[in-house]
């Protein structure tokens, strides 16, 4: 079936049971900070701004608060769901229905009743959460027209419930979400991602994995870093946050490393699917601490 016959019918109820797939996300999700970063909710608007391309993004969370990076593990899943649908030939929609437990079973998480409450919470978040912007979803460098839009990350979702306990949820993905998909403005994650508990951690992999991609290098400002972030943390502490994330070495599949000399500080990220550099790193830190 051709994605174009596969992509028609966008309201049918596309049934995503497929089993282990890899979670991935929308581009433009992985570059604007659209998510919070934190495990509190937080109910103040958030604007970020590109000076030298006359575009912005304005974040408004509802009384539930904004969504979380936390919260964006269920898109992560529902993509996955859609593109792997795409490519065994299925008719696919942007209106999902997901079982609960096979979502709690990719994303590491327990299945115990807290769970299911999590998720009661996350799909408020994502219903409740608005977006106002005039950049497109290709992220366009076009500087004199621009076209402001608003809309959310899911547009409605319902819980399916049997003998009181949730069994499946039915969500439909914004249509830019949607259209995302269909133009193949996508990236994969690593699954080690899910295993990631600092929300710091998730905001970094995400800017690594769009950013670094599988190129040897990239290199980023200190001060850029920390506006792409969309951290409320001053630049003091978001530096030292940096310098605890380097010395973790926990991001998966990249190599991070911080580097200060008269003119700049910057943040280097390298490549490290097999993790050479880390093991290498560490040998070298056990070295210097028993000599």
Not at 259 to 287: L, N, P
Request: glycine letters at 6%; hydrophobic letters at 35%; proline letters at 3%.
């Amino acid at each position: 079936m051709s994605q174009s016959k596969a992509l028609m019918g966008q309201m049918e109820l596309f049934i995503a049971d497929i089993i282990d797939i890899a979670p991935k996300s929308d581009m433009s999700s992985m570059e604007h900070p659209i998510f919070a970063l934190s495990k509190k909710p937080d109910l103040e608007p958030f604007r970020y701004e590109y000076p030298n391309l006359n575009a912005w993004v304005e974040v408004i969370p509802s009384t539930q608060g904004r969504a979380t990076i936390f919260d964006k593990d269920l898109l992560l899943y529902c993509i996955g769901q859609v593109v792997e649908g795409l490519n065994r030939g299925r008719a696919v929609s942007r209106r999902i229905q997901i079982t609960a437990y096979e979502f709690f079973v990719t994303t590491g998480r327990g299945h115990g009743g807290d769970e299911y409450r999590r998720l009661h919470d996350t799909l408020g978040r994502l219903r409740g959460t608005t977006i106002r912007t005039n950049i497109n979803t290709k992220g366009s460098t076009d500087k004199t027209t621009r076209r402001a839009e608003v809309f959310g990350l899911i547009d409605d979702a319902r819980i399916v419930e049997h003998e009181g306990k949730t069994i499946g949820v039915e969500i439909t993905l914004s249509e830019r979400i949607f259209n995302a998909i269909s133009e193949k403005h996508i990236l994969t994650y690593s699954r080690e991602y899910f295993k990631l508990t600092s929300p710091n951690e998730r905001r970094m992999y995400e800017i690594c994995r769009k950013h670094c991609g599988q190129q040897s290098i990239w290199e980023i400002k200190l001060e850029n870093l920390h506006r792409k972030f969309g951290s409320k943390a001053k630049i003091n502490e978001f530096r030292r946050m940096l310098k605890k994330m380097v010395e973790s070495q926990n991001i998966p599949d990249y190599y991070i490393d911080y580097d200060k000399d008269m003119r700049t500080e910057k943040i280097s990220v390298m490549w490290d699917k097999e993790g050479t550099m880390k093991q290498f790193a560490s040998r070298e830190r056990g070295q210097t601490q028993t000599s």
